[in-house]
Structure formats: structure tokens, C-alpha cells
């Protein structure tokens, strides 16, 4: 039996109008290791792993408020994000795409 799957859910503001899709593709994200860009999902997702040892899959698309949002889910299989897992996604996540502070809401799933 496989371990279960603990999922992350954040949500990071964009400036207005921000168009997800085509940052990806403009700034390489898209085409560039370690990052994997799904086009039918407008879904870019890659591997991590943690200071801690913990590995995570994240998936980063455009968010859920009309453009203006990036949304991201962290899937583990060694339970859920310590605050500094979770503390040291975020700092990756800024680094990445340079944008917004992060308000997150954490589930089981």
C-alpha cells in the first residue's frame, strides 16, 4: 500500500491582468529542466526536494480570480508541510516567478 497524498493548496496575487501562459512560455519556464509544461492544462509541474528530505510535486496554472492570481498545489507522500516546508516552497515559488506576496490555505486531500 502507497503512502497517501497530502496536498497544499496556495494561491499567489499576479498583477492585474497577468497572463499565466504566456509568462511560462516567455521566460522559458515552459521549455527549460527542471519544469514540465502541460498545454492541455496550461500547467507547469516539476519535483522538489526539501531541505528536510521531503519530496514535492508542484503544479503552478493561472489562478481562480479572473487573471490576477497564480495558483499552486504541493502534492507529498511524507505528510503534510512544516512550517518550514512550507516557508522554503514559497521562497522557490518568488524566486520563480517574481511576483505577488502568497496567502495559502493549506487541506488534506
Do not use: N
Amino acid at each position: 500500500m502507497g503512502a497517501q497524498v497530502v496536498s497544499a493548496y496556495l494561491e499567489a496575487r499576479a498583477p492585474q491582468l497577468f497572463d499565466f501562459v504566456s509568462t511560462a512560455s516567455e521566460h522559458g519556464w515552459a521549455y527549460l529542466k527542471p519544469f514540465e509544461w502541460d498545454e492541455a492544462a496550461g500547467e507547469l509541474r516539476w519535483v522538489h526536494r526539501l531541505a528536510s528530505g521531503q519530496v514535492a510535486r508542484l503544479r503552478m496554472r493561472e489562478g481562480s480570480r479572473g487573471g490576477s492570481s497564480v495558483r499552486v498545489v504541493v502534492e507529498t507522500a511524507g505528510g503534510a508541510l512544516v512550517g518550514e516546508e512550507e516557508t522554503e516552497i514559497r521562497r522557490g515559488l518568488r524566486r520563480i516567478k517574481g511576483i505577488g506576496d502568497y496567502a495559502a490555505s493549506t487541506r488534506s486531500g
